[in-house]
Protein backbone atom coordinates (compact mmCIF):
# COMPACT_ATOMS: atom_id res chain seq x y z
CA UNK A 1 0.00 0.00 0.00
CA UNK A 2 3.02 2.40 0.90
CA UNK A 3 5.51 0.65 -1.72
CA UNK A 4 7.99 3.52 -2.78
CA UNK A 5 7.14 6.43 -0.36
CA UNK A 6 8.92 8.24 1.72
CA UNK A 7 7.65 8.95 5.39
CA UNK A 8 8.85 10.07 8.29
CA UNK A 9 7.07 8.95 11.97
CA UNK A 10 8.08 10.96 15.37
CA UNK A 11 7.67 9.19 18.42
CA UNK A 12 8.67 5.56 16.61
CA UNK A 13 10.61 4.15 19.16
CA UNK A 14 7.92 3.12 21.16
CA UNK A 15 3.87 1.78 21.35
CA UNK A 16 1.78 3.10 18.31
CA UNK A 17 5.25 4.97 16.44
CA UNK A 18 7.02 1.72 16.65
CA UNK A 19 3.89 -0.56 15.34
CA UNK A 20 3.45 2.28 12.33
CA UNK A 21 7.36 2.56 11.38
CA UNK A 22 7.06 -1.66 11.24
CA UNK A 23 4.11 -1.80 9.38
CA UNK A 24 5.04 1.06 6.49
CA UNK A 25 8.32 -0.41 5.85
CA UNK A 26 6.74 -3.68 5.53
CA UNK A 27 3.56 -2.14 3.27
CA UNK A 28 7.09 -1.15 1.46
CA UNK A 29 7.52 2.40 2.81
CA UNK A 30 11.27 3.85 3.31
CA UNK A 31 11.17 5.07 7.14
CA UNK A 32 12.95 8.00 8.90
CA UNK A 33 12.48 6.80 13.07
CA UNK A 34 12.07 9.90 14.83
CA UNK A 35 12.15 10.11 18.54
CA UNK A 36 13.95 11.74 21.75
CA UNK A 37 14.89 8.08 22.61
CA UNK A 38 17.64 7.13 19.84
CA UNK A 39 19.19 4.04 20.89
CA UNK A 40 15.29 2.85 20.92
CA UNK A 41 14.64 4.11 16.99
CA UNK A 42 17.63 2.32 16.44
CA UNK A 43 16.44 -0.62 17.72
CA UNK A 44 13.43 -0.53 15.33
CA UNK A 45 15.22 0.67 12.15
CA UNK A 46 17.66 -2.92 13.00
CA UNK A 47 14.07 -5.15 13.46
CA UNK A 48 12.77 -3.05 9.99
CA UNK A 49 16.49 -3.93 8.49
CA UNK A 50 16.19 -7.76 9.98
CA UNK A 51 13.15 -8.35 7.33
CA UNK A 52 14.41 -6.66 4.56
CA UNK A 53 12.73 -2.94 5.14
CA UNK A 54 14.94 0.48 4.44
CA UNK A 55 14.88 2.62 7.53
CA UNK A 56 16.83 5.68 9.43
CA UNK A 57 16.91 6.66 13.03
CA UNK A 58 16.88 10.22 13.75
CA UNK A 59 17.38 11.81 17.43
CA UNK A 60 14.74 14.75 17.64
CA UNK A 61 12.82 16.98 20.64
CA UNK A 62 10.19 17.93 18.70
CA UNK A 63 9.57 20.92 21.49
CA UNK A 64 12.55 22.08 19.85
CA UNK A 65 12.33 24.48 16.45
CA UNK A 66 16.09 24.01 15.90
CA UNK A 67 15.64 20.01 16.36
CA UNK A 68 12.98 19.79 13.92
CA UNK A 69 13.87 21.15 11.35
CA UNK A 70 17.40 19.65 11.36
CA UNK A 71 14.91 15.96 11.49
CA UNK A 72 13.16 17.35 8.62
CA UNK A 73 15.94 17.78 6.37
CA UNK A 74 17.53 15.27 7.57
CA UNK A 75 14.45 13.10 6.88
CA UNK A 76 13.87 14.73 3.21
CA UNK A 77 18.15 14.18 2.28
CA UNK A 78 18.21 10.39 3.17
CA UNK A 79 14.48 9.33 1.79
CA UNK A 80 14.79 11.81 -1.20
CA UNK A 81 11.63 13.31 -0.53
CA UNK A 82 8.74 13.40 1.96
CA UNK A 83 5.19 11.77 0.73
CA UNK A 84 3.75 11.62 4.07
CA UNK A 85 4.69 12.64 8.04
CA UNK A 86 2.85 10.62 10.89
CA UNK A 87 3.64 13.23 13.92
CA UNK A 88 2.91 11.07 16.63
CA UNK A 89 4.77 12.43 19.80
CA UNK A 90 2.56 13.00 22.75
CA UNK A 91 2.94 12.82 26.85
CA UNK A 92 0.18 12.54 28.76
CA UNK A 93 0.72 14.08 32.65
CA UNK A 94 -0.51 12.70 36.22
CA UNK A 95 -3.71 13.47 37.40
CA UNK A 96 -5.02 16.36 38.84
CA UNK A 97 -8.14 18.28 38.74
CA UNK A 98 -8.22 21.50 36.64
CA UNK A 99 -8.23 23.60 39.79
CA UNK A 100 -4.81 21.51 41.06
CA UNK A 101 -3.05 21.17 37.45
CA UNK A 102 0.57 22.74 38.04
CA UNK A 103 1.14 25.48 35.54
CA UNK A 104 4.54 23.99 34.56
CA UNK A 105 2.64 20.29 33.69
CA UNK A 106 0.31 22.34 31.10
CA UNK A 107 3.65 23.97 29.69
CA UNK A 108 5.19 20.67 29.34
CA UNK A 109 1.97 18.81 27.67
CA UNK A 110 1.19 21.48 25.43
CA UNK A 111 5.31 21.97 24.59
CA UNK A 112 5.72 18.69 23.39
CA UNK A 113 2.14 17.46 22.46
CA UNK A 114 0.92 20.93 20.90
CA UNK A 115 3.60 23.09 19.88
CA UNK A 116 5.96 20.00 18.72
CA UNK A 117 2.81 18.77 16.71
CA UNK A 118 2.98 22.47 14.58
CA UNK A 119 6.52 22.71 14.56
CA UNK A 120 6.73 19.30 12.37
CA UNK A 121 3.86 20.30 10.58
CA UNK A 122 5.44 23.77 9.71
CA UNK A 123 8.79 22.11 9.00
CA UNK A 124 6.80 18.73 6.76
CA UNK A 125 4.51 21.93 4.60
CA UNK A 126 7.99 23.76 3.57
CA UNK A 127 8.77 20.67 1.70
CA UNK A 128 5.34 19.75 0.94
CA UNK A 129 4.59 22.68 -0.49
CA UNK A 130 7.67 22.76 -3.06
CA UNK A 131 7.51 18.94 -3.84
CA UNK A 132 3.04 19.49 -4.62
CA UNK A 133 1.73 17.23 -2.18
CA UNK A 134 1.96 14.76 0.52
CA UNK A 135 0.08 13.42 3.23
CA UNK A 136 0.11 14.78 7.25
CA UNK A 137 -1.08 12.31 9.93
CA UNK A 138 -1.38 13.47 13.39
CA UNK A 139 -1.87 11.87 16.60
CA UNK A 140 -4.53 13.21 18.45
CA UNK A 141 -6.73 11.57 21.09
CA UNK A 142 -10.95 10.97 21.97
CA UNK A 143 -9.23 13.08 24.98
CA UNK A 144 -9.30 16.07 22.17
CA UNK A 145 -13.17 15.72 21.88
CA UNK A 146 -14.58 14.67 24.91
CA UNK A 147 -13.78 15.94 28.48
CA UNK A 148 -11.45 13.68 30.29
CA UNK A 149 -11.16 14.10 33.92
CA UNK A 150 -8.07 14.54 35.47
CA UNK A 151 -6.30 15.33 32.04
CA UNK A 152 -7.42 18.93 31.03
CA UNK A 153 -4.11 20.03 29.69
CA UNK A 154 -3.53 16.30 27.48
CA UNK A 155 -7.01 16.74 26.47
CA UNK A 156 -6.70 20.59 25.52
CA UNK A 157 -3.13 19.80 23.96
CA UNK A 158 -5.36 16.97 22.07
CA UNK A 159 -7.68 19.58 21.37
CA UNK A 160 -4.76 22.07 19.67
CA UNK A 161 -3.70 18.78 17.60
CA UNK A 162 -6.80 18.56 15.82
CA UNK A 163 -8.05 21.99 15.70
CA UNK A 164 -4.46 22.63 13.56
CA UNK A 165 -5.20 19.27 11.35
CA UNK A 166 -8.27 20.89 10.35
CA UNK A 167 -6.70 24.19 9.79
CA UNK A 168 -3.64 22.91 7.70
CA UNK A 169 -6.46 20.74 5.79
CA UNK A 170 -8.13 23.33 4.92
CA UNK A 171 -5.40 25.96 4.03
CA UNK A 172 -2.96 23.45 1.74
CA UNK A 173 -5.90 21.52 0.05
CA UNK A 174 -5.32 23.36 -3.05
CA UNK A 175 -1.65 22.48 -3.28
CA UNK A 176 -1.91 18.66 -2.78
CA UNK A 177 -1.92 18.38 0.58
CA UNK A 178 -3.98 16.20 2.90
CA UNK A 179 -3.87 16.53 6.86
CA UNK A 180 -5.89 14.21 9.08
CA UNK A 181 -6.05 13.07 13.11
CA UNK A 182 -6.20 9.57 14.67
CA UNK A 183 -8.08 10.11 17.79
CA UNK A 184 -7.48 6.55 19.56
CA UNK A 185 -8.94 5.54 22.67
CA UNK A 186 -7.45 3.01 25.01
CA UNK A 187 -4.16 1.36 22.98
CA UNK A 188 -2.36 -1.65 24.21
CA UNK A 189 1.34 0.85 24.64
CA UNK A 190 3.84 0.66 27.44
CA UNK A 191 2.42 3.82 28.61
CA UNK A 192 -0.57 1.97 29.27
CA UNK A 193 0.90 -1.47 30.11
CA UNK A 194 2.72 0.64 33.02
CA UNK A 195 -0.56 1.56 34.42
CA UNK A 196 -2.25 -1.65 34.06
CA UNK A 197 1.18 -3.17 35.83
CA UNK A 198 0.48 -0.78 38.69
CA UNK A 199 -3.43 -1.79 38.93
CA UNK A 200 -5.13 0.32 36.84
CA UNK A 201 -8.15 -2.25 35.66
CA UNK A 202 -9.00 -0.65 32.02
CA UNK A 203 -11.82 -3.04 31.10
CA UNK A 204 -13.96 -1.54 34.68
CA UNK A 205 -12.63 2.36 32.70
CA UNK A 206 -12.96 2.22 29.35
CA UNK A 207 -16.75 1.87 27.61
CA UNK A 208 -15.40 0.47 24.79
CA UNK A 209 -18.63 -1.28 23.08
CA UNK A 210 -15.88 -4.02 21.65
CA UNK A 211 -14.86 -5.10 25.07
CA UNK A 212 -11.26 -4.54 25.10
CA UNK A 213 -8.61 -2.12 24.36
CA UNK A 214 -6.99 -1.44 21.31
CA UNK A 215 -3.66 -2.84 20.01
CA UNK A 216 -0.39 -0.61 18.37
CA UNK A 217 -0.78 -2.68 15.08
CA UNK A 218 -4.55 -1.71 14.47
CA UNK A 219 -3.75 2.17 15.33
CA UNK A 220 -0.76 1.83 12.29
CA UNK A 221 -3.45 0.36 10.04
CA UNK A 222 -5.48 3.48 10.39
CA UNK A 223 -2.03 5.66 9.95
CA UNK A 224 -0.70 3.34 6.53
CA UNK A 225 -4.27 4.18 4.94
CA UNK A 226 -4.46 7.91 5.69
CA UNK A 227 -0.72 8.03 4.40
CA UNK A 228 -1.88 6.30 1.33
CA UNK A 229 -2.72 7.09 -1.86
CA UNK A 230 -5.89 4.81 -1.14
CA UNK A 231 -7.45 7.82 1.02
CA UNK A 232 -7.07 10.40 -1.56
CA UNK A 233 -10.26 12.01 -0.82
CA UNK A 234 -10.06 12.19 3.28
CA UNK A 235 -8.64 15.03 4.36
CA UNK A 236 -9.98 17.36 7.48
CA UNK A 237 -10.77 14.56 9.55
CA UNK A 238 -10.18 13.49 13.24
CA UNK A 239 -11.09 9.87 13.67
CA UNK A 240 -11.80 7.76 16.31
CA UNK A 241 -10.30 3.95 16.75
CA UNK A 242 -11.31 2.97 20.25
CA UNK A 243 -14.05 0.12 19.85
CA UNK A 244 -16.80 2.30 19.78
CA UNK A 245 -15.88 3.84 22.63
CA UNK A 246 -16.53 7.40 21.57
CA UNK A 247 -19.96 5.84 19.93
CA UNK A 248 -21.47 5.70 23.26
CA UNK A 249 -23.84 8.36 25.03
N1 LIG B 1 -1.72 4.48 24.17
C1 LIG B 1 -2.91 5.07 24.23
O1 LIG B 1 -3.85 4.57 24.87
C2 LIG B 1 -3.13 6.38 23.52
C3 LIG B 1 -4.44 6.89 23.45
C4 LIG B 1 -4.67 8.08 22.79
C5 LIG B 1 -3.62 8.76 22.20
N2 LIG B 1 -2.35 8.26 22.31
C6 LIG B 1 -1.28 9.03 21.68
O2 LIG B 1 -0.53 8.17 20.85
C7 LIG B 1 0.80 8.68 20.72
C8 LIG B 1 1.79 7.56 21.01
O3 LIG B 1 1.54 7.09 22.31
P1 LIG B 1 2.05 5.67 22.83
O4 LIG B 1 1.02 5.17 23.75
O5 LIG B 1 2.49 4.85 21.67
O6 LIG B 1 3.30 6.13 23.72
P2 LIG B 1 4.81 5.62 23.86
O7 LIG B 1 5.31 6.24 25.13
O8 LIG B 1 4.89 4.13 23.70
O9 LIG B 1 5.55 6.30 22.61
C9 LIG B 1 5.78 7.67 22.56
C10 LIG B 1 7.16 7.92 21.95
O10 LIG B 1 7.34 9.34 21.86
C11 LIG B 1 8.68 9.65 22.25
N3 LIG B 1 8.74 11.02 22.70
C12 LIG B 1 8.22 11.54 23.85
N4 LIG B 1 8.50 12.85 23.93
C13 LIG B 1 9.22 13.18 22.81
C14 LIG B 1 9.76 14.37 22.31
N5 LIG B 1 9.65 15.53 22.97
N6 LIG B 1 10.41 14.34 21.12
C15 LIG B 1 10.53 13.17 20.43
N7 LIG B 1 10.02 12.00 20.85
C16 LIG B 1 9.37 12.01 22.03
C17 LIG B 1 8.99 8.63 23.34
O11 LIG B 1 10.40 8.47 23.53
C18 LIG B 1 8.30 7.37 22.81
O12 LIG B 1 9.18 6.61 22.00
C19 LIG B 1 0.88 9.87 21.67
O13 LIG B 1 0.65 11.06 20.97
C20 LIG B 1 -0.26 9.61 22.65
O14 LIG B 1 -0.74 10.79 23.26
C21 LIG B 1 -2.09 7.08 22.95
Known sequence: MLEGLGILITGGASGIGRAAA???AGYGARVAVADIDLAAAQAVVESIEAV????????????????VDRMVDDAVAWLGRLDAAFNN???????HPVEELPLAVWERTMAITATGTLLSMQAELRHMVKAGGGAIVNTASNSGTHGTPMLGGYGAS???????????????????????AICPGVIDTPPIAALAAAGTDFSQIINAPMGRIGTAKEVAELAAWLCSGRSSYVTGQAISIDGGQSATP
Open 52 to 67: GGSAIALAVDTSDPVQ
Open 89 to 95: VGVAHPL
Open 22 to 24: ELF
Open 158 to 180: KAAVINLTKTVAVEYASRGIRAN
